[in-house]
């Protein structure tokens, strides 16, 4: 298939794309910045220059393609506001894709997250959470499974709180930057509650497979580890960087700071069985003795 991809030059999604080109298909990555574009051109995909306020490129790129797959992510955490205009940027973009592939019955595959579900592990057969600061990310990606009765081949791949690669990114990502930057590895709450996780090569072979074949207006979990919990992350990030380790409230962690506190374990049984999806990649813990002081 010739696959548009967005956020193709970001951690999970220059794994996609590596993933992509190695079974065969081509790719149209959207570029913002000359830097996106030759990241892209260099691991073999044609950059298409745009951002995800411009729709008409979005347009373009979702009109030329046999599918489209949807990363990209303005993560700007530093305000409410300014994670508010992030989602809505992003609420515009991924309607603009679906409207373009009404009636076409080519796949949409569109990032998503695991939801938490009190007191238990959440699976795919559970909704997305519709409110709180990333809600209306779980609103937009349900608008997309929608579209399945207007003949597109839409599906959801959730990912779990922490997508790694070599020691970075996701929410493990975001507590080291903060232990770099304050000199303490700090964790919400008091530790024990679990965020899922998983490598970013291992999330990049779910992405294929539901493109491949994933029946419309369905919901994956690129799950690995289903629970680790948040004292042990933070132990970890403190030993490699050499810093204490240390609750925090949770307002020390900005406007993601009530969804770091959650308890939120996540299993992808159904997942594995069903698309025949094993993570193979080290998991998170293990990943982030990759961290360098
Ligand atoms: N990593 C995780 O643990 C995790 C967990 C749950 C969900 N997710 C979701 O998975 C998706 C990918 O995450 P990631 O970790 O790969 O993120 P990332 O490394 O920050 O990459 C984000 C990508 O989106 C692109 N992008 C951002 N704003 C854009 C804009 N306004 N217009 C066009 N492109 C834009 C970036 O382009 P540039 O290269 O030009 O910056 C980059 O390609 C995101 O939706 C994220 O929220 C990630």
Redesign the pocket.
Known sequence: MRVFV????????SAVVAELLGNGHTVVG????D??AL?LETAGAEPLR????DLDSLRVGAAQADGVIH?????DFSSADALARAVA?ESAALATLGEELIDSDRPLVA?S?TPPVAGRISTEADPLLTDGPVGGRARSVTAVLALASRRVRSSAVR??????NEGE???A?LLTEMARRSGVSGYPGDGTQRWPAVH?LDAAVLFRLALELAPAGTSWHAVADEGDPVRDIAEVIGRRLGLPVEAMPHEAFGPLGPIFATDQPSSSTYTQAALGWKPTRPSLLQDLENIQP
């Open positions: 967005t956020g193709g030059s970001g951690l999970i999604g959207l570029a913002r910045s830097a996106s990241a745009g951002t995800l306020a990363l990209a992510f303005a993560h940027e990032v997250g990912m779990p709180r922490t997508v790694h990114g996701g929410f990502g970013a």
